[in-house]
């Protein structure tokens, strides 16, 4: 598009003059995660910025292919790499690239927490140098009206870096952590509910409640625990992390989750507290939706999920105490889960994968596939054959990932030990004959009655469980194996390794204990029994009767594992939970102090996108921190986000590779210790 005014600013369709004001900001405007937002491009050859009619989701390469250098569709889509070098990395390109989105609130510029304001960001893998920044906002802000604020948000870590250098006199900046903090509303599984809105203003207020939580019932709290039973809906009035145990399992549980700061308020407003409501979650949406209803199904409880959950019978072969390197993925049914996939994780870090490349073979239309950008990232030339990807893959991994040493108990040994009490035993058969009385259809949840019996019974099986003494030969295999593979570890942690968990539509999240801080024989004995008591715990019971796993179907593996000495941890998921239909960004979870600060719900983690594709990492909460990380962490955790796509491969269930994983993870200097991988349900 050529014009004879060389400083001109132009839309299809055009804009009145040449400046953007808020009315023809929203009329232009599309909607992206609640935040209306305008496509810009500066033609630095022409002189000529263009805003873009967004609503339609026009791409800035479509529009700059198409539109403006008068490319057919075909012809953009057979070089979109090559075109994308151009207008993202090039450092003399022709063409700017940005977004302006709306806020209200906060703006760096201009200090007044109602005030409306515009930020312009480039994308994230957009490699523009610090003067490109400088002159791209400089040329926008000279098109936007006046009175109209205007401040610079980086796209990743690098333009963070760059802005840090220049005087924010001169360029007004705002940072993505900052923009998430101030969100009213963040979405964390999408869907529908039809159940009665449980109010509670505090934890202290909700354990203080004499009236359990239902099936039926929609919680809403500051930050939902944990330990909470299964629901039909979630409002997390405070900032939590999709990462969170109950996050997690209310994706499995298929559930509407959502962050609402301000929703009491409203709730309180609408006088909807205690009443029945239809609820939804939009992954797109401005703000969760609350309207009254009437009571569901025969004025008792909405209708439960039909699934039944499927578990793979426990194998109680006689199986000795066995180190974690010789375990494999199909050991879940003799060891569990969690055990089985840190004893594959330990011999891929040995002896690579023949799947390394999975993800990056797939095609991604018009792509044939991604290899060229895994080339790029593992520091090789584009045109890198497959072999030399597969060993500069394994080399990473090689040098900067490690699973901690460790031992796993089987099935078998739990066995041994309930048989070797006719106590134990006998508080099991009762309530095993409990669990299978008036049992109906799995989801639905047992009458309150009926569950304060179970939760009796389990709280009498767990008593036995920690009290009975170890057989003395299950005792010295235990203490055997310590000595020959823990030799010289002062401190360990003992896991949980269970068959009924990590199960599609069951992930079991946080149900089962882990003991950390362990020390010593003994200590190490009587955190293996209260491993064992967690299979029994009342939640943990009544969740899998909800979900149909008959109670003789469970079994618990132990393992005990070095514990690390972490200077920071966190969890990873090989997919964006806020964004279904990003393949590029691996998103982290961090604590500087553990893990469990990360998955407990209780604190606020940093949390980042790492993008896996073109490179790149980009702070979207700093959580509780202070500050944000240090470079070199920050360069460490960008190699992890890519190991854990190369690890996703290898874990895929089909050849389509797409499947996410849960990564638990712990930074000891230059290497990350990887504590746990399970799949992971993405938020639908």
């Known amino acids: 598009m050529t014009r004879s005014d060389r400083n001109d600013a132009t839309?299809?369709?055009?804009?009145?003059?040449?400046?953007?004001?808020?009315?023809?900001?929203?009329?232009?405007?599309?909607?992206?995660?609640?935040?209306?937002?305008?496509?810009?491009?500066?033609?630095?050859?022409?002189?000529?910025?263009?805003?873009?009619?967004?609503?339609?989701?026009?791409?800035?390469?479509?529009?700059?292919?198409?539109?403006?250098?008068?490319?057919?569709?075909?012809?953009?889509?057979?070089?979109?790499?090559?075109?994308?070098?151009?207008?993202y990395r090039n450092p003399d390109r022709r063409f700017f690239l940005g977004t302006l989105a709306r806020h209200t609130g906060g703006a760096a510029e201009t200090g007044h927490a109602d005030e409306v304001f515009l930020s312009l960001e480039t994308v994230d893998v957009d490699t523009m140098s610090q003067e490109m920044l400088r002159s791209f906002y400089h040329r926008v802000r000279e098109h936007i009206d006046p009175s109209l604020p205007l401040v610079l948000k980086p796209a990743n870590h690098e333009q963070e870096g760059y802005l840090a250098?220049?005087?924010?006199?001169?360029?007004?900046?705002?940072?993505?952590?900052?923009?998430?903090?101030?969100?009213?509303?963040?979405?964390?599984?999408?869907?529908?509910?039809?159940?009665?809105?449980?109010?509670?203003?505090?934890?202290?207020?909700?354990?203080?409640?004499?009236?359990?939580?239902?099936?039926?019932?929609?919680?809403?709290?500051?930050r939902v625990p944990e330990d909470i039973p299964r629901?039909?809906?979630?409002?997390?009035t405070e900032h939590t992390t999709p990462l969170s145990h109950i996050n997690v399992m209310a994706a499995g549980w298929r559930i509407p989750n959502a962050v609402g700061v301000g929703a009491v308020d409203r709730i309180d407003r609408a006088g909807l507290a205690g009443r029945w409501v239809h609820y939804r979650v939009d992954a797109d949406g401005e703000d969760l939706l609350l309207e009254a209803a009437e009571p569901g199904t025969g004025g008792v409880r909405p209708e439960p999920p039909a699934e039944r959950i499927t578990v793979d019978r426990p194998d109680l072969t006689p199986t000795p105490v066995t180190p974690l390197s010789d375990l494999r993925a199909g050991d879940h049914v003799r060891f569990g889960t969690k055990a089985a996939n840190l004893g594959e994780l330990t011999h891929l870090l040995q002896h690579g994968s023949p799947r390394w490349l999975g993800f990056y073979r797939v095609p991604r239309p018009p792509r044939d596939n991604l290899l060229r950008y895994l080339a790029r990232q593992l520091g090789l030339p584009e045109d890198a054959d497959e072999a030399e990807l597969a060993a500069a893959a394994q080399?990473?991994?090689?040098?900067?990932?490690?699973?901690p040493r460790g031992i796993v108990l089987p099935f078998s040994l739990q066995q041994r030990f309930v048989d070797s009490s006719a106590e134990l035993r006998g508080a099991l058969d009762r309530l095993d004959s409990e669990l299978r009385q008036g049992t109906s259809s799995p989801g639905e949840a047992p009458s309150r009655d009926r569950a304060a019996r179970i939760g009796e019974l389990c709280r009498e099986a767990q008593r036995l469980v920690r009290s009975t003494p170890l057989p003395g030969p299950v005792r010295t295999e235990i203490?055997?194996?310590?000595?020959?593979?823990?030799?010289?570890?002062?401190?360990?942690?003992?896991r949980s390794s269970s068959n009924a968990e990590d199960l599609p539509g069951f992930s079991a999240a946080g149900l089962y204990e882990s003991v950390a801080d362990v020390s010593g024989p003994d200590a190490v004995l009587d955190a293996v029994r209260e491993v064992w008591a967690s299979l029994l715990s009342p939640r943990a019971v009544l969740l899998r009767l909800q979900a149909g796993i008959p109670l003789d179907d469970c079994r618990m593996g132990v393992i005990v594992q070095e514990q690390v000495g972490a200077t920071v941890g966190g969890v990873l998921v090989t997919c964006n939970p806020l964004s279904p239909q990003d393949f590029r960004d691996v998103y982290l979870n961090i604590?500087?102090?553990?893990?469990?600060?990360?998955?407990?719900?209780?604190?606020?983690?940093?949390?980042?996108?790492?993008?896996?594709?073109?490179?790149?990492?980009?702070?979207?909460?700093?959580?509780?921190?202070?500050?944000?990380?240090?470079?070199?962490?920050?360069?460490?955790?960008?190699k992890l986000a890519l190991i854990s796509r190369l690890l996703q491969a290898h874990f895929s269930p089909d050849e389509t590779y797409g499947a996410p994983v849960d990564i638990e993870w712990a930074v000891e200097g230059d290497r990350v210790g990887l504590l746990q991988l399970r799949p992971f349900r993405a938020a639908g």
């Not at 629901?231 to 997390?236: A, K, L, N, T, Y």
């Not at 203490?479 to 002062?490: E, F």
């Not at 893990?595 to 700093?622: F, I, K, W």
């Open 395 to 403: 080399h990473l991994v090689k040098e900067h990932a490690h699973v």
């Open 479 to 494: 203490t055997r194996a310590l000595d020959l593979h823990l030799y010289g570890v002062p401190v360990q942690v003992v």
């Open 165 to 222: 250098r220049i005087p924010e006199t001169e360029i007004p900046r705002v940072l993505s952590h900052e923009l998430y903090s101030t969100a009213s509303f963040v979405p964390l599984n999408a869907g529908a509910a039809h159940g009665r809105l449980r109010v509670f203003r505090s934890e202290e207020e909700y354990r203080a409640d004499p009236e359990p939580l239902d099936f039926q019932d929609i919680v809403v709290m500051p």
């Open 11 to 87: 839309t299809r369709p055009r804009l009145q003059g040449n400046t953007l004001a808020l009315q023809e900001f929203s009329r232009l405007a599309g909607l992206v995660g609640g935040y209306p937002y305008v496509k810009i491009v500066l033609d630095r050859e022409e002189s000529l910025l263009h805003f873009i009619d967004s609503a339609a989701g026009t791409l800035h390469v479509q529009y700059v292919g198409c539109e403006i250098l008068g490319m057919s569709m075909e012809e953009l889509a057979c070089g979109l790499d090559s075109f994308n070098d151009d207008v």
């Open 591 to 638: 604590s500087p102090r553990s893990v469990t600060d990360v998955v407990s719900g209780r604190g606020a983690p940093l949390q980042y996108l790492c993008n896996t594709m073109e490179g790149g990492s980009r702070t979207v909460s700093l959580g509780t921190a202070a500050t944000d990380l240090d470079a070199g962490t920050k360069e460490l955790l960008r």
């Open 231 to 236: 629901v039909s809906g979630i409002i997390h």
